[in-house]
């Protein structure tokens, strides 16, 4: 479409000097949205919301679905065991995963159940270091390698190191550079495993070093800037920097949905401790800094598997929609969704327990638009992600380009509206904001698209562009509501302005005709 980049920065600039002589009502300000990205936009990876599963959960996940898989946790293999998992819960611990896990060599069939074009990333362990568990875990990687064959991303190896001392797994004087000499031996000796028993997959690189936190703060010990400090590049092993982020701990006291989650400042400020830890990673340079994607490889709403009535509401999928296009936007460049069985914060429940209802969750609709907002139009193309300053702590605004051509705008409102709290009989009914952008020279109008519940508080009746994910309406497959609209459509007015209506607690994309 345009001959070479000089020609298309002339034009861009030509389109922001229009804009900026354009005669703006004083009254609302429109949003000016360009044809062009700016030069700091986010280039995310492709499938950017992927998941990452609990181990001991994984054979109750592995049924076909979508997107990319990782999961990685601390379990002892076991080569005569005949079952695939077998978990000891420990209350006095967590009532949620098992804490005692033995896995067996069927445990790796499960990697054979999702369709061609699965990514995998398989998490070895490195918490449990007596030598008979290190020697089961290098034995493991002959079978996780023939199981997973083509279909291999990464390897990981340890998870959150920086808790090994809180969960009992290493002392307090366990050191950056203890953590750098294990991880170093050991993904070796993966590598060597792996070589002779799949030699096509020999030098796969690893995910590392997946710290639950930013830094060391007495409870997380260790610190993800000073491991690679130490050198825990120094095999030139390392395919993806990962961290893991929760933007609250559940059982925390003074954590609430407007507060926490359906809160745009706080966003901003989670994100940037992440992106502060790539860019100083970075800032070493040399041999020491990967030149590879900072990751999140296992993210969700609030530690310790959400909080009911929180992390399992609409109000937790609008949150999702914001955390990921902000990450995207500032080249955090994919996203794991941590899902276990049972969990408050889960997509979806796979089966059914005496815990949970087997079924499709309010997360997994924020996950639809997400994937709708950063859709390719081939993996060729190349998709730009742009936070928009008129971003306010209870409003965001995204574009994408695609192959530098304005795509889409999304809107999230993030002001939180309960369904029981704030009802009809309340007298309180429910606000809609309306916004108002002008677009470049040549814009016609756009679709819009909804993510819609009643409330923020909802987790039942939610849909995306009008279509129920319901387990129970057809197995989760998209079906029509006859009692929201869809198929809208605006229109860009003589002045180059389109408006769109947003209701309170809900996100809207307009794909644009540009
Ligand atoms: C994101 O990465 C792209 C490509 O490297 C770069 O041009 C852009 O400035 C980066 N933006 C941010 C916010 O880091
Ligand atoms: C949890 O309880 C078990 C016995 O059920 C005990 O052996 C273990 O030490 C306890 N762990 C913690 C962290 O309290
Ligand atoms: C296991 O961890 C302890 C504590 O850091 C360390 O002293 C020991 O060397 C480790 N064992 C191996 C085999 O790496
Ligand atoms: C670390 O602590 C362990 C157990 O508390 C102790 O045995 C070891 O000597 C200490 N190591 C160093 C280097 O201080
Ligand atoms: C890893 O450490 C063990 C014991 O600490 C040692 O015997 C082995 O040679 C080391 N392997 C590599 C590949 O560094
Ligand atoms: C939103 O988050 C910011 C930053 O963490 C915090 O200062 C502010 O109090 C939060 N807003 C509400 C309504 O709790
Ligand atoms: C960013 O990193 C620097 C250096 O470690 C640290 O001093 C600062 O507090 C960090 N800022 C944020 C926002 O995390
Ligand atoms: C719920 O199911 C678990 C696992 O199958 C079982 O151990 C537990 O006893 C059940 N609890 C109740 C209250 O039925
Ligand atoms: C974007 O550009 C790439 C590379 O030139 C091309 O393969 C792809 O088809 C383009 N996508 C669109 C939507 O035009
Ligand atoms: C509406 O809100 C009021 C006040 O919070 C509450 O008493 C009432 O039960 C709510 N009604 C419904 C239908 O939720
Ligand atoms: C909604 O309001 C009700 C009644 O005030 C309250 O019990 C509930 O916790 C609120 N839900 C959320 C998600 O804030
Ligand atoms: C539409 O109908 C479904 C199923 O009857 C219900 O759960 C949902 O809340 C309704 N949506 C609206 C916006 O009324």
């Not at 990876?45 to 054979?59: G, I, K, N, R």
């Not at 750098?180 to 690893?206: H, M, R, Y």
């Not at 930013?214 to 390392?238: E, Q, R, W």
């Not at 947003?502 to 644009?512: D, K, M, T």
Request: glycine content about 8%; some cysteine; proline content about 6%.
């Amino acid at each position: 479409m345009f001959p070479n980049t000089h020609s298309l920065f002339v034009w861009c600039l030509a389109a922001w000097l229009e804009v900026e002589g354009a005669n703006l009502p004083s009254r609302p300000k429109p949003i000016v949205v360009s044809q062009c990205p700016p030069s700091n936009a986010g280039i995310p990876l492709d499938s950017f919301v992927s998941f990452s599963f609990e181990l001991s959960s994984w054979p109750d996940f592995a049924v076909p679905h979508f997107l990319m898989i990782k999961h990685r946790d601390i379990a002892i293999f076991d080569a005569s065991q005949k079952t695939g998992l077998i978990g000891v819960i420990r209350p006095n611990i967590s009532a949620d995963y098992p804490t005692i896990i033995t896995i067996g060599p069927s445990f790796f069939d499960s990697y054979k159940t999702m369709p061609k074009g699965m990514r995998y990333t398989h998490g070895f362990n490195l918490g449990a270091n007596y030598s008979a568990s290190r020697a089961a875990t290098f034995a493991s990687a002959a079978y996780a390698c023939k199981a997973i064959g083509e279909n291999l991303d990464y390897w990981e190896y340890g998870n959150e190191p920086d808790l090994f001392h809180a969960s009992g797994y290493r002392p307090l004087n366990y050191s950056d550079a203890d953590y750098v000499a294990e991880w170093l031996n050991g993904t070796s000796q993966i590598d060597q495993v792996v070589k002779s028993a799949c030699p096509s997959l020999k030098g796969t690189k690893f995910m590392a070093p997946s710290m639950a936190g930013v830094g060391a703060n007495g409870y997380n010990t260790l610190d993800p800037v000073k491991v690679f400090a130490d050198d825990l590049n120094a095999d030139h092993s390392i395919g993806i920097i990962s961290s893991h982020n929760y933007m609250g701990v559940s059982t925390f006291p003074g954590i609430t949905l407007q507060g926490t989650l359906m809160n745009h400042t706080n966003v901003i400020a989670k994100a940037e401790a992440q992106v502060n830890v790539s860019r100083n990673i970075a800032a070493l340079g040399g041999d020491l800094a990967p030149k590879v994607p900072f990751i999140l490889g296992e993210h969700n709403s609030l530690a310790r598997q959400g909080r009911p009535g929180l992390s399992n509401t609409f109000g937790a999928a609008l949150w999702g929609v914001d955390w990921n296009l902000y990450l995207a936007s500032q080249n955090i460049s994919r996203s794991h969704m941590h899902q276990g069985t049972n969990y408050r914060y889960q997509s979806w429940q796979p089966i059914q327990t005496n815990l949970t209802t087997k079924g499709t969750k309010p997360p997994y609709y924020g996950n639809l638009a997400v994937a709708a907002m950063m859709a390719k139009p081939s993996t060729s193309s190349v998709l730009q992600i742009t936070h928009l300053e008129a971003s306010s702590q209870n409003t965001s605004f995204y574009t994408a380009h695609i192959n530098d051509t304005l795509s889409r705008i999304l809107i999230v409102d993030l002001h939180t509206y309960n369904t029981t709290a704030n009802n009809y009989t309340t007298g309180f009914s429910r606000p809609v904001v309306e916004h108002e952008f002008m677009l470049p020279k040549g814009c016609k109008g756009g679709d819009v698209q909804r993510l819609m519940a009643n409330g923020s508080d909802a987790v039942t009746g939610i849909t995306w562009d009008a279509n129920s994910y319901a387990y129970e309406l057809d197995n989760g497959k998209g079906v029509r509501m006859s009692n929201v609209t869809c198929g809208e459509k605006v229109k860009v007015d003589g002045k180059g302005i389109v408006k769109v209506q947003v209701p309170w607690s809900s996100a809207a994309i307009v794909s644009l005709d540009c």
